[in-house]
């Protein structure tokens, strides 16, 4: 299974960027994608999960401003995000968990992406 992120960027605080996730190699199952984040010197925390069936999950901190979508005939997963703030500054990772558990540990998901930086300035 291969997990390829793109679309992050520089933005200025209260604009828009939309994250992509493409993955490869997953032929059946209930699966499902989470997006994380880590900045630096903290820990990765998880933002949004979907899962096959569109159920959707959202950190505190970003309901009402990320949202999470997919297209399961195209593997591909996005994360919109709105009203950016300083704080959204992380390297963002889309991670596939093989059987969907509910869960935004970490730990628990099986397959991740590179990372894409997105910076959000004051």
């Known amino acids: 299974v291969q997990v390829v992120e793109s679309g992050g960027g520089l933005v200025q605080a209260g604009g828009s960027l939309r994250l992509t996730c493409t993955t490869s190699g997953i032929v059946y199952g209930d699966y499902a994608i989470g997006w994380f984040r880590q900045a630096p010197g903290k820990e990765r925390e998880g933002v949004a999960y979907i899962n096959t069936q569109g159920r959707t999950y959202y950190r505190d901190s970003v309901k009402g401003r990320f949202t999470i979508s997919s297209d399961n005939a195209k593997n591909t997963v996005w994360l919109q995000m709105n009203s950016l703030k300083p704080d959204d500054t992380a390297v963002y990772y889309c991670?596939?968990?093989?059987?969907?558990?509910?869960?935004?540990?970490?730990?628990?998901?099986?397959?991740w992406g590179q990372g894409t930086q997105v910076t959000v300035s004051s």
């Open positions: 991670a596939v968990q093989m059987v969907a558990l509910w869960d935004m540990s970490p730990d628990e998901y099986d397959y």
